[in-house]
């Protein structure tokens, strides 16, 4: 039998792991559903830099 203060620590390295496995699977890398969308969302945005921007109407000094 384990003693009752090894107990009573064992749930810190318990939830450590699972505070350490959740982040990993929370933060990789996702694919796109299709392929279509990512070229959609990259020519949207070639398109967005490509326009002028407008000037400012007042210059700070």
């Not at 959740?22 to 326009?51: C, G, H, L, N, Q």
């Amino acid at each position: 039998m384990l003693p009752v203060w090894l107990l009573w620590l064992l749930p810190v390295p318990v939830a450590t792991l699972a505070a350490i496995a959740w982040t990993a699977w929370s933060s990789r890398p996702r694919r796109p559903d299709e392929p279509a969308a990512t070229v959609r969302d990259y020519e949207r945005f070639r398109a967005a830099m490509s326009t002028p921007v407008p000037p400012a109407e007042h210059e700070r000094r």
